[in-house]
């Protein structure tokens, strides 16, 4: 499959890692649209949250136990955003599910 989130999980395309298990894999986001932008995702291939079943939502569950794993290691005791952009109105860009991890900044109250 031509996925580049996959090709990152894989090591075809370098990146620069903050946390990796067996399911979960986190690294900065190449255009950062803050002081932290760190982008999490499953080691296997989901589309976007649309596609989370009974079936693949421990990769979901894993995911959001991390999360705070890595806000703690980035330093974002003062509170931080997550995003998961969904499909073309939700202006996702690359379709292998992925959560933004945003802060370092306070963050504008309005999101869209
Ligand atoms: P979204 O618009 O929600 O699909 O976000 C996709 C993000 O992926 C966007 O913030 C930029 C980031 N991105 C795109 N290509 C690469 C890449 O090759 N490496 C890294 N680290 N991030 C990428």
């Given at each position: 499959?031509?996925?580049?989130?996959c090709?990152?999980?894989s090591?075809?395309?370098?990146?620069?890692?903050?946390?990796e298990?067996?399911?979960?894999?986190?690294?900065?986001d190449?255009?950062p649209?803050?002081p932290?932008?760190?982008?999490?995702i499953?080691?296997i291939?989901?589309?976007s949250?649309q596609?989370?079943t009974?079936?693949n939502?421990?990769?979901?569950?894993?995911i959001?136990?991390?999360?705070?794993?890595?806000?703690?290691s980035?330093?974002?005791?003062?509170?931080?955003?997550?995003?998961?952009?969904?499909?073309?109105?939700g202006a996702?860009?690359?379709h292998h599910?992925?959560?933004h991890?945003?802060?370092?900044?306070?963050m504008l109250?309005?999101m869209?």
């Amino acid at each position: 499959m031509d996925c580049l989130f996959c090709k990152i999980v894989s090591g075809d395309i370098p990146s620069t890692k903050v946390y990796e298990d067996d399911m979960v894999l986190a690294f900065r986001d190449i255009a950062p649209q803050a002081p932290v932008h760190v982008l999490v995702i499953p080691k296997i291939h989901i589309d976007s949250a649309q596609d989370v079943t009974f079936e693949n939502s421990d990769y979901v569950k894993r995911i959001f136990e991390v999360i705070p794993k890595i806000a703690d290691s980035e330093g974002l005791e003062n509170g931080y955003r997550v995003i998961t952009n969904i499909g073309h109105d939700g202006a996702q860009s690359v379709h292998h599910m992925h959560f933004h991890i945003l802060g370092g900044k306070a963050m504008l109250e309005r999101m869209a």
